[in-house]
């Protein structure tokens, strides 16, 4: 099983509601990361935090709102989603942000949006 | 009817044959490589990385090859088993770009008993 633990699992929202998904390592990372994957295609990066402050935002629309409380924890808030936002949402991991180590990745939130 | 872009390649294999997926990487500046296996349900899983200063990294039952020249990165799995079955996905990066990995499409290995 993987290190990288997400919650939850499973996320059915309307377009006006607001909720967040979570991620927790305890790994020692310093370097957190979410990325969405649509059906069929490999996942693409969001946003990358490096020493608990946000470094790389991948140009994604405010409705989506990332928070890493701590050097374990990150979140992401979503708030008047399009059901094209529909995805897993995988968080990842590394040692390090320019340390090329691998991502270790969770099992994602399956997202679907009515 | 079918969509472009909505099926994977797919590689079927028997039963004890050895695998390979290949992977055209795009940027000639890449110097770190990554092969992840993704079942169904689950986020990728590392199998095994290389860095640019080599040619092949092995591990148990995997073997990376690296052809710098021709931008060209494999992953070959030997004594393939239905626990193998899964999309493979290789991702390049560059060592001041960090973390940002670049995906590849992804190829399906369906392993046949």
């Known amino acids: 099983d993987t290190e990288v633990t997400q919650t939850p699992k499973h996320l059915v929202m309307g377009m006006t509601n607001k909720k967040s998904l979570k991620c927790e390592q305890h790994m020692g990372h310093r370097a957190m990361y979410w990325y969405k994957q649509k059906a069929k295609k490999p996942p693409e990066l969001m946003f990358v935090y490096s020493y608990e402050k946000l470094s790389i935002n991948e140009s994604v629309p405010s409705r989506f709102s990332p928070e890493c409380p701590n050097s374990s924890l990150l979140n992401l808030h979503l708030h008047a989603l399009q059901p094209e936002d529909s995805a897993l949402y995988l968080c990842a991991s590394s040692h390090g942000e320019f340390y090329n180590s691998p991502l270790h990745f969770g099992n994602g939130t399956r997202l679907t949006v009515t | 009817g079918e969509s472009v872009g909505l099926h994977l390649p797919t590689l079927s294999v028997q039963e004890g044959d050895n695998s390979i997926i290949n992977c055209a990487y795009s940027?000639?500046?890449?110097?770190?490589f990554i092969w992840y296996k993704q079942e169904s349900g689950k986020g990728p899983q590392f199998i095994i990385d290389i860095r640019s200063n080599m040619d092949k990294r092995q591990g148990q039952r995997v073997t990376v090859l690296l052809n710098k020249t021709v931008k060209h990165l494999s992953l070959q799995i030997a004594a393939t088993q239905p626990g193998d079955s899964a999309v493979y996905f290789c991702a390049e990066t560059m060592n001041n770009a960090g973390n940002m990995l670049t995906f590849g499409g992804g190829t399906r290995l369906m392993v046949k008993p």
């Open positions: 940027n000639s500046a890449s110097d770190y």
